[in-house]
């Protein structure tokens, strides 16, 4: 392994085994606590294997299914190719452990342009990075006892203070969480880190009070746009939190403001 | 086929043929122009094959890949379950017809309960049904040589004002189209039809003055709960049109004021 190969690029590699079937090793350190990998990082692998067998370089469109938690260590990709033309390619992706398919994923690949946008929602306005809490020490006050989540490390992620109370016991009511991030050890974001980003915030169940792990059920990411060099502004919303499920819409503007990623996913809500 | 079954539901019939395999027949009356079937119908019948093949009554979740316009006619739903337990299930459904797969849908279905939402965004305030306009009405001034597609005939779409005025040569400026909608024959919504009500509105594109067709390639609807009768308020809104790619994000609202599903696409935009 390459010496400067970033932390996210070393745990999202996808290689091809003898017998031709792709492979990749899943990190440990990209949990979400108790073990368990964050879905967006299963999700970037999938999308890492669906860019391998297609024609165009990024993957656009993801949905995927989280049918169990795999376990950290051997994986296998099985990706049975779509139609695939000029401009867009479909596959199916399977993530699979040895205990059998974990995650299934209907991958939509293309090429993402340099075009200015016709039209693009703006950022909001929002507080500078220097402004915002770490989320790492906001998790750290509000769950003492509970280790600091690899998810959490291998990020950078700044909280807008208006979205932060819950750390110190005065969660704001309103199911929102909004942060600058990046990746801590520097490497800048592209489509495959989006993906990644869209389903990374802590669960706005938080901002209710709820301080709980919150199963996603189905994601989907859309990347929009090949993000600039810097922070990303990531904001997730919950719409509707009822009878055990909850969703979360997440929409990630880059550092000179373009909106280039959005994503939803039904979750199960904690208790 | 009984007197009174709904157009809805006798266009979504799944049966089971010899042999075991579920079979269906596209009814052309649910196109958007040009012979092409509206999206959200052909995952509707793939929501009623899913649902068929679960323990399970509701698709709560569905995520589409749509590979090509299937003709309307004779097609099969291949359902693939994947795990099923007390809360949720999951499976793969594809649709074909005599020229192979046309969409491939992961299904999570569930039971949808009678719980109030602990949160929920409120329907926005929005004109009564007697003050908006009749879709097809508009389309019909927007495009008076084009046939009214047989979709904006089956349903009952009534327009926001200060969103139609695309008909009359006056586009908002403002990707949003906002709309009263119910079946024309009276049949009440259900999880089901929510799955049809979720890619039921004209484009977008429509309010930028761009009067075309936007090909769906990613379709993601989330059911949040049973709607209440009677008309439901539905939004749909681009939050960015870049390098031929459009988004929809859709809010839907029961009569009841209740949010009970959303949806996202990822389409082409018409040029």
Redesign the interface.
Known sequence: MPQDLSAFDAATTVRRAEGGGLVTELDPGWDVGGGILNGGYLLAVAARAAVLESPHPHA??L???Y??APAAGAATLAVVP??AGR??A?A?VTLADAEG?AV?V?A?T?T??T???????PMPVVPSVEDCFSVAEQRHLAQPDVPIPGLTQRLDMRLDPSTAGWAVGKPSGE?VIRAWMRFADGRDPDPLALVLFADALPPTGFA?GRIGWAPT??L?V?V??LPAPGWCFVEAR??????????E?Y?IWDSAGR?VA?S?Q?A??PR
């Open positions: 656009v469109g949905s995927a299914s049918l169990r779509g139609p401009t867009v479909h199916l398919p299934t209907q939509t293309a993402l342009g075009d200015a946008p016709e039209w693009s929602e199911p209710l059920v189905q989907q859309l929009r746009a919950a719409s509707e939190i009822a009878g055990g499920w909850g969703d819409d929409r909106l959005q939803r039904l199960r809500a």
